[in-house]
């Protein structure tokens, strides 16, 4: 029995869970899209925002949101700080390749054992208003608020990023370290401090990230994983740093995992994200807009 | 020739050792823990044919390991299978999973080529938590075959066990050693530059992901049997990933001596701090060892005694 109501409610769970996943991979899109630096840490500074989240949430009653907005200041500094030990450590040594990215697996690594041992392998979640309530849009398909929040502050996100890389002076030059580092160095720019910029934005990105994605379901330290696919899967269909790009692929992918999960299973819909990775490696690695 | 032999023979006592220690009949746990030391002694130097000879990391190591165990699931349940029937088998059916990543380099190097490694285990882990067949994702019990050629069975595994290591360590020098291994190090330098020189970067590669992937399902092959109870988040565990790529790095990656001195070292210190403090610990000592090595000794132990000698 094929349900059309159920078909409009996956549609539309799946577009709004994509303005979700736009946020989500805003920050690797910028650090692996544009930086060319394989952060895989990525996801476990999303939980790390997440978990931050919840302590403020818990402790004051803060909202979600708010509280992600709150610790970006923070997170840009430990961004900043993790890439001055990449970049002292490896890619001055032109040695990123192999040992930049064992690096980055094993802060993946460490944030997430760090979490497990401070906070157990319990689910934890976070109180808002908005929570648990939802609007009906009539003939049976309705939308959960915390669905609807999480894609409003991801969509918001985007446009932000995509103005301040096109309209800023910072955000051009970070444009331009992506293009061409010597001639940036010629201009009389330093490429490794518009780096380090662009490298804290991307993990302040993750912050408010953590904090969307607590909103929406409840964490633990091991969700980070189920998040590395998805980030990569569409960077690389959004084509690498193309912020248009990355939202447009976040939207195809989760209506596609919407789709899945109602009509297969939510067992399955990992396997999409793993699955379009592969295919979009091994077929078109420059992604559907690449440059 | 005579190198050859003499590198046989001291393997041969390396194995007639580890029968000696199965006969001693030490305090159980030892053998429990050493099983799990000398498996890790396995998956580091196959992880290293491939990411320490030829400069391709691969995070999908818990892949190729969980598909070894549950091949020996599927044919312990299926057939009844014996033990060497089962490493065989693990081993060949996760050598072809390697040859299929080996062609995937074709398109795909660097960091994009680790990334693919990640998404194919978690693509196989989706599909055996949709295996009822082998358990699902609620897991499946094993039973150990009654009465071993010796001692009891953890014992016997250990024993077993000891031989993998000696055979994947023999394997790896010999790669070392021979043109493959000149081979993979010049691809690892520089692929265009090798290719360029007529070096045969594709049929290299191949080799080195298949023999590696082979390996890696060798270690897990006899899981079933020393776990008696297998699951996939136990089969995929990210720690195998992780510990894979930590001991070469720790070890040093251009030598097979490497990945097995890093293996002893954190795969010893895993055990004690297990027992000692907490399993989560364990992972975070592995994970702090890993990042301070890359970044304060890139060349790892040997790198470290290198330098000390040549200063």
């Known amino acids: 029995m094929f349900s059309w109501d159920l078909l409009a409610n996956a549609v539309v769970a799946g577009l709004l869970l994509g303005g979700f996943y736009a946020a989500v991979s805003l920050g690797i899109s910028l650090i692996f899209g544009l930086l060319d630096i394989a952060n895989i840490a990525q996801p476990a500074f999303v939980i790390l925002g997440a978990y931050a989240t919840y302590v403020t949430n818990t402790a004051y009653g803060l909202d979600p949101i708010l509280a992600g907005v709150l610790f970006t200041p923070l997170f840009y500094l430990v961004g900043a700080g993790v890439y001055r030990i990449y970049y002292g450590a490896f890619e001055r040594r032109g040695d990123e390749a192999l040992r930049g990215l064992v690096f980055f697996f094993g802060v993946l690594f460490i944030i997430e054992v760090s979490l497990s041992m401070k906070f157990g392998v319990d689910y934890r979640l976070v109180q808002a208003p908005y929570i648990g309530k939802s609007i009906d849009l009539g003939g049976g398909v309705g939308i959960a608020y915390r669905y609807l929040v999480p894609c409003v502050v991801g969509v918001a996100m985007t446009l932000v990023l995509y103005l301040f890389l096109g309209r800023t002076f910072y955000g051009r030059a970070i444009m331009a370290v992506s293009q061409d580092q010597l001639a940036l160095r010629l201009m009389g720019a330093n490429p490794v401090q518009i780096k380090t910029i662009a490298f804290g934005i991307g993990i302040a990105a993750a912050s408010l990230a953590g904090a969307l994605l607590i909103s929406i379901a409840p964490v633990i330290p091991s969700t980070d994983r189920d998040y590395i696919g998805r980030m990569f899967a569409i960077t690389v269909l959004g084509g690498m740093g193309s912020i248009g790009g990355t939202l447009l692929a976040a939207v195809i992918l989760g209506v596609i995992e919407s789709l899945m999960s109602t009509f297969f299973g939510p067992s399955w819909s990992l396997a999409v994200s793993f699955g379009i990775l592969l295919a979009a490696l091994a077929v078109r690695p420059a992604g559907l807009f690449g440059r | ?311």
């Open chain 2, 1 to 311: 020739m005579r190198r050859t032999v003499g590198t046989l023979l001291v393997g041969l006592a390396v194995i007639a050792a580890g029968v000696l220690v199965a006969t001693l009949r030490v305090n159980p746990y030892l053998y429990f823990a050493g099983y799990v030391i000398l498996q890790y002694v396995v998956i580091a130097t196959a992880w290293n044919i491939l990411g320490g000879y030829g400069g391709y990391v691969n995070f999908g190591t818990p892949a190729f390991f969980a598909l070894g165990a549950y091949t020996a699931v599927f044919l312990i349940r299926s057939i009844k299978a014996p033990l060497p029937v089962l490493i065989l088998a693990g081993g060949l059916v996760a050598a072809l999973l390697g040859l299929g990543i080996g062609y995937l380099t074709l398109r795909l190097r660097g960091t994009f080529f680790s990334i693919a490694t990640l998404a194919l285990s978690v693509v196989l882990q989706t599909v055996i938590i949709n295996w009822e067949y082998v358990g699902g994702s609620r897991g499946i019990s094993v039973i150990r075959p009654s009465g071993p050629p010796f001692g009891n069975y953890v014992v016997f595994l250990f024993t077993v066990m000891v031989a993998l290591a000696v055979i994947a360590v023999l394997v790896a020098r010999f790669i070392e050693r021979s043109w493959i291994g000149r081979g993979l190090a010049a691809l690892r330098d520089n692929e265009e530059a090798a290719e360029c020189m007529g070096v045969p970067t594709l049929r290299l590669k191949l080799f080195a992901t298949t023999v590696s992937g082979f390996l890696l399902g060798v270690a897990g092959a006899p899981f079933p049997y020393y776990v008696t109870f297998v699951e996939p988040n136990s089969a995929f565990a990210l720690d195998y990933a992780v510990n894979a790529l930590a001991m070469p790095m720790i070890g040093g990656t251009t030598s097979w001596i490497g990945p097995v001195i890093g293996a002893v070292l954190l795969g010893t210190a895993q055990q004690l701090a297990t027992v000692t403090i907490s399993s989560e610990m364990n992972l975070f000592i592995v994970g702090v060892v890993l990042v301070a090595f890359v970044v304060l000794a890139p060349e790892g132990i040997l790198g470290l005694v290198r330098k000390l000698r040549g200063h």
